[in-house]
Nanobody, 127 residues
Framework: QVQLVESGGGLVQAGDSLRLSCAAS????????MAWFRQAPGKEREFVATMNWSGDSIVYADSVNGRFTIARNNAKNTVHLQMNSLSPEDTAVYYC????????????????????WGQGTQVTVSS
């Protein structure tokens, strides 16, 4: 059974940093592209960042580029999202997702490309 478990969310002030983690089990983690999405209250879920299974192809949403960093540790089956310079607009539930796309450089921003999802972790940024 595949499980993705996010952690690291919380309440912070504008300008602060947070590091989210996602622990994966039940899958061959090193074969999966990994991504982070988020869903703000009253809005649709949106793409944040993705990294391919080999760690050499990364894509960020324009809204987070330069502030957020995605990283993975295939030995520990974990993926992280370092979030710096947080603003209230970053308030959302953050989801980890895994995609079994065999093509090394075919990372995707689309939700439908991802086979497995975590339950989410809440990030709240106060002004």
């Amino acid at each position: 059974q595949v499980q993705l478990v996010e952690s690291g969310g919380g309440l912070v002030q504008a300008g602060d940093s947070l590091r989210l983690s996602c622990a994966a089990s039940g899958l061959t983690f090193s074969s999966y592209h990994m991504a982070w999405f988020r869903q703000a209250p009253g809005k649709e879920r949106e793409f944040v960042a993705t990294m391919n299974w080999s760690g050499d192809s990364i894509v960020y949403a324009d809204s987070v580029n330069g502030r957020f960093t995605i990283a993975r540790n295939n030995a520990k089956n974990t993926v992280h999202l370092q979030m710096n310079s947080l603003s209230p607009e970053d308030t959302a539930v953050y989801y980890c997702a895994a995609s079994q796309n065999g093509a090394r450089y075919s990372v995707s921003r689309r939700e439908t490309a991802y086979n497995y999802w975590g339950q989410g972790t809440q990030v709240t940024v106060s002004s």
